[in-house]
């Protein structure tokens, strides 16, 4: 019998599906794609002012806990920390690049966009690192796919947009990156570049089958990052960001919370074994919690209500 594997139906998602479809297939199995819309591919507003997490992940879950498909395949940023029982991630396969890249129109980087130039974007985490960089940038909301914005950006809606470069390096437009942003200016969302394979925890054999796809570094440097958002209780939609990985057999993680407006940052870092990621997580968290971090996700959850 076929593994029902659930994905979402854009471009991006539909790729990262047939990636693991085909990873699947090379082990033997049988694999048939399902589509599912999910509340995040009809929304007309941005995802911000809907609120709630799991915009783009729960109808998937919803389809394998009554056993509609075996697996989903997530894009870890999406996936909210929240454990929902009967369901786990069995599966975190090797990270692509979690860089965040401008995509600009006439400017080559950030630091020569003029004066209250127009840049676009539909995260807040990303919105309050660039304030923190350039305060002078007019920093405006964009939904769509990929596709979507960067027709906006080349119908001169806006001067530059900021994206994942996993996203445009997957779909192959690497050639419309103009900077790839350093992350002492943008850290990360938590699990960008990362897929996770979800599936019934009690699906032995499919998990069975899912296992070699597993990558241990990529998986406990997802673990820390998870962990460090859990702990800070901030949501997968606020100006967080968190960039984990394994050197020379450590694991190290550094995190970052900002205020909307970009004026106030705090950050940390530590480092420990890659078995220790769930504590190493939440040490941080802690660290960034006792510099202020609470009070800075208070301010960005009233600015959303």
Same mark, same amino acid.
């Given at each position: 019998m076929a593994l029902r594997l659930g994905t979402r139906g854009s471009?991006? @998602?539909?790729?990262? @599906?047939?990636?693991?479809?085909?990873?699947?297939?090379?082990?033997?199995s049988d694999v048939e794609l399902i589509r599912?819309? =999910? =509340?995040?591919? &009809? *929304?007309?507003? #941005?995802?911000?002012?809907?609120?709630?997490?799991?915009l783009f992940t729960k109808e998937l879950q919803r389809a394998l806990l009554d056993d509609r498909i075996d697996l989903a395949v997530h894009s870890?940023?999406?996936? #909210?920390?929240? #454990? &929902?029982?009967?369901?786990?991630? *069995?599966?975190? #396969?090797?990270?692509?690049?979690?860089?965040? &890249?401008? %995509?600009a129109r006439e400017a080559t980087s950030l630091e020569t966009l003029p004066d209250q130039a127009r840049l676009g974007t539909g995260s807040r985490r990303r919105k309050s690192q660039l304030l923190y960089a350039r305060p002078d940038l007019q920093v405006s909301d964009i939904r769509g796919n990929l596709d979507t914005r960067l027709r906006k950006l080349d119908?001169?809606?806006?001067d530059a947009i900021v994206l994942a470069e996993a996203g445009l390096k997957r779909l192959g437009?690497?050639?419309?990156?103009?900077?790839?942003?350093? /992350?002492? &200016?943008?850290?990360p969302a938590i699990g960008q570049?990362?897929?996770?394979i979800e599936s019934r925890s009690d699906d032995s054999a499919t998990r069975s089958q899912l296992a070699p796809l597993d990558d241990a570094d990529t998986h406990a440097s997802i673990l820390a990052e998870r962990a460090m958002?859990?702990?800070?209780r901030a949501g997968c939609l606020a100006p %967080?960001?968190?960039?984990? /990985?394994?050197?020379?057999?450590?694991?190290?993680?550094?995190?970052?919370?900002?205020?909307?407006?970009?004026?106030?940052?705090?950050?940390?870092?530590?480092?420990?074994?890659?078995?220790?990621?769930?504590?190493l997580g939440q040490q941080v968290a802690d660290s960034l919690l006792a510099q202020g971090a609470a009070t800075l996700i208070a301010e960005e959850r009233g600015n959303a209500s």
């Open positions: 471009a991006l @998602a539909l790729w990262q @599906a047939e990636w693991v479809a085909a990873r699947l297939r090379e082990q033997g599912i819309q =999910t =509340t995040g591919d &009809v *929304a007309s507003q #941005p995802l911000q002012t809907i609120g709630g997490q799991g870890l940023k999406d996936l #909210p920390t929240d #454990p &929902v029982e009967g369901l786990s991630v *069995a599966a975190v #396969p090797p990270r692509e690049s979690n860089h965040d &890249v401008l %995509v119908e001169g809606q806006y437009w690497e050639l419309r990156i103009t900077q790839i942003l350093p /992350r002492e &200016v943008m850290l570049g990362a897929l996770g958002l859990a702990q800070l %967080v960001g968190a960039w984990g /990985r394994v050197l020379d057999g450590q694991l190290y993680l550094d995190g970052v919370v900002l205020s909307s407006s970009g004026k106030h940052r705090v950050a940390a870092s530590a480092s420990g074994s890659p078995a220790d990621a769930v504590q």
